[in-house]
C-alpha cells in the first residue's frame, strides 16, 4: 500500500473509494511487506509476464473484470494488462504513468541503480535518487527545510525492501517496451493525473495526446511530484468522483448508514470547487470528463 496510503487515508476517501469498492492491491514478486530475497535462479520476469500474473490474480479470486488504479512504473503494467485484457478492465486511473520505452538518460538512470543495489544494498546514495524520482523539492526539504513525514515514511518502506527483489523490478522497467502504438487499442476510459515536478512529466502529456480524446482527461497538480497519491491526495477525489461518476459507480453513502460524503456539492464552498484552489491545472479536463 505504500504508493496508495495517503489516498485510500485521506479525508473523504473512505466515503468516495473505500465505501464503493472492494480493494486489491497488488505488488510485484517480491515486494510484499516481509518478502523473502528471490533466489538468484529464479527466471527474470519482462512486464509482459508481470502484466500477464494479474490476469492470475483476478482469476484466484474470482473477479471478471475491475477498475485499475497504478503509479509510475505500475501504470504502465496496468495499462499493458488492459491492452492485452481490454474486456477486463472498465476503467483505468493513471498516476505519472509510464507508455514510452525509456530514454537512454532513464536507461543509464536505472542501470547506475541496479548496479548500487548490486553492490551497496539499499545504501543513502541510491534512497537519495529514488525519492528525487517520487517527490517534489518542496517535501524532500533542503539545508534548512526538514523533509516532510510522508518522505521520511517513504525512507522506512525503502529499508524493507530486499535489494535483489528491487533490482529484478528495475530490469524488467529498463527493458519494457514503448506502448504508444498500442494505446488506441485501449476501449476503456482514463484518468491521468500528473505531477508538474515529476520526471515523467512529458511522458505523461505524450500519452495522453496518444489516447482517444473522447474517453480520457488530464488532471496536472501544481507543486507535486510523481507521487500524487502521497503528495497531493486531496487534489485526487473530485477528478476521481466525476470519473466514477461516469460509471454510475459512485454512491453517496446514506445520512442514516453512514456520514455524507464530504465532496457532495453542498458540503463544499464554491470558491473551493475553482482548479486554483485546489491546485490543479486543467488539461482541458472540462471539456472531456462531461463524455467520461
Not at 20 to 46: D, V
Not at 114 to 133: I, P
Amino acid at each position: 500500500m505504500s504508493c496508495f496510503q495517503g489516498l485510500f487515508f485521506s479525508p473523504g476517501a473512505m466515503s468516495l473509494l473505500l465505501h464503493n469498492f472492494c480493494i486489491y492491491h497488488i505488488s510485484p514478486p517480491g515486494h510484499e511487506l516481509g518478502a523473502e530475497a528471490i533466489t538468484p535462479s529464479a527466471p527474470l520476469l519482462s512486464v509482459d509476464d508481470l502484466s500477464d500474473q494479474i490476469a492470475e490474480v483476478l482469476d484466484y479470486f474470482g473477479l471478471k473484470s475491475v477498475m485499475c488504479m497504478g503509479v509510475t512504473a505500475g501504470a504502465y503494467i496496468l495499462t499493458l494488462f488492459a491492452i492485452k485484457h481490454r474486456h477486463r478492465v472498465i476503467g483505468l486511473i493513471l498516476v505519472s504513468p509510464l507508455c514510452k520505452a525509456p530514454s537512454w538518460t532513464e536507461w543509464l538512470y536505472n542501470k547506475a541503480m541496479s548496479n548500487l543495489l548490486y553492490y551497496y544494498g539499499m545504501c543513502g546514495v541510491l534512497k537519495e535518487l529514488l525519492l528525487q524520482r517520487y517527490f517534489s523539492k518542496e517535501v524532500r526539504g533542503s539545508a534548512n527545510v526538514a523533509e516532510s513525514d510522508i518522505v521520511q515514511a517513504c525512507r522506512r518502506l525503502l529499508d524493507e525492501r530486499q535489494s535483489p527483489n528491487v533490482s529484478r523490478f528495475l530490469g524488467a522497467i529498463n527493458g519494457r517496451p514503448d506502448l504508444t502504438e498500442r494505446l488506441k487499442k485501449l476501449q476503456c476510459r482514463s484518468l491521468i493525473f500528473i505531477g508538474e515536478n515529476s520526471p515523467f512529466h512529458s511522458e505523461a502529456l505524450h500519452m495522453t495526446s496518444k489516447l482517444d480524446q473522447r474517453y480520457s482527461a488530464l488532471v496536472e497538480v501544481q507543486a507535486c511530484g510523481s507521487m500524487v497519491t502521497e503528495e497531493q491526495p486531496q487534489a485526487m477525489l473530485i477528478p476521481i468522483e466525476y470519473f466514477l461518476m461516469g460509471y454510475g459507480l459512485y454512491r453517496q453513502p446514506q445520512p442514516s448508514v453512514s456520514p455524507r460524503s464530504p465532496l457532495s456539492p453542498s458540503f463544499i464552498s464554491p470558491e473551493l470547487l475553482s482548479p486554483e484552489s485546489m491546485g490543479l491545472k486543467l488539461k482541458p479536463i472540462k471539456t472531456r470528463i462531461s463524455q467520461v
